[in-house]
């Protein structure tokens, strides 16, 4: 079956970088889009980020462009999201979810992303 496993979140200060990775299995990794979203405390799910299978085509939140890099290795069967210069508004649970945005289908557990100092 599907699994998606998030890791790499943590405990950032305002202004630092953390790399979240989102291991695939149970599905052909290389052909799906594949997409982060996130959930701050309250708050409802926002897209952060989407890539197409091939990787060309990218998506990004408004809240985060400029500042997040989302990126995939399909040999690894791997999604990464680089975050640079994070706010404390960027602390969330983030997700990791196979397909294209609202269009996603299955989801991970979700990693926590704490931003503070």
């Known amino acids: 079956q599907v699994q998606l496993v998030e890791s790499g979140g943590g405990l950032a200060q305002p202004g630092g970088s953390l790399r979240l990775s989102c291991a695939a299995s149970?599905?052909?990794?290389?052909?799906?889009?594949m997409s982060w979203a996130r959930q701050a405390p309250g708050k409802g799910l926002e897209w952060v980020s989407g890539?197409?299978?091939?990787?060309?085509?990218?998506y990004y939140a408004d809240s985060v462009k400029g500042r997040f890099t989302i990126s995939r290795d399909n040999a690894k069967r791997t999604v990464y999201l680089q975050m640079n210069s994070l706010k404390h508004e960027d602390t969330a649970l983030y997700y990791c979810?196979?397909?294209?945005?609202?269009?996603?289908?299955?989801w991970g557990q979700g990693t926590q992303v704490t931003v503070s100092t």
């Open positions: 890539i197409y299978s091939d990787g060309r085509n990218t």
């Open positions: 149970g599905f052909a990794f290389s052909i799906y889009a």
């Open positions: 979810a196979k397909g294209w945005l609202h269009r996603a289908a299955s």
